[in-house]
């Protein structure tokens, strides 16, 4: 493992997480809208991530080895849970019954994810900031 795998490994999922951070902040915007361009309600959206692995050739041993390059987005989901159904004759998106599809977007579920995602975030700064500091004291002990 190179000296600065462990930075590269903290900065995707730093990435990664502000990818997810901005999806939820998308949820929580649209949290209202009963038309989209699609024709229908807003659809709750998910960030999907996987393990980001790179095949490289260990010299000493002469095979192929997976080497961990962090996470990568692989796609953002749409969550295809019902939509719920909003009793508002007014509303000019309602049915003949006076029912509006609402989007299927929980406030209480993206701020729970919004909190998980900001402590994943604060999680690999700190790496970062540890991996920092012990790359310091190294060079000071080089002194």
Do not use: C, H, W
């Amino acid at each position: 493992m190179s000296a600065f795998d462990s930075f590269n490994i903290s900065s995707s999922g730093l990435s990664a997480e502000r990818l997810r951070m901005d999806t939820i902040s998308s949820n929580i915007a649209n949290i209202s809208t009963t038309r989209t361009e699609n024709g229908g309600p807003y659809r709750r959206k998910i960030a999907v991530f996987q393990e980001n692995f790179d095949n490289v050739l260990n010299s000493e041993t002469g095979k192929y080895e997976k080497k961990l390059l962090g996470v990568r987005p692989t796609e953002i989901s749409e969550d295809q849970s019902p939509f719920e159904e909003k009793y508002d004759p007014g509303n000019p998106d309602a049915d003949a019954n006076g029912y509006v599809k609402m989007p299927n977007v929980n406030i209480l579920t993206e701020m729970a994810d919004m909190m998980a995602s900001t402590r994943a975030y604060e999680a690999n700064v700190t790496a970062i900031n540890d991996e920092k500091g012990m790359f310091t004291k190294a060079l000071e002990i080089g002194k």
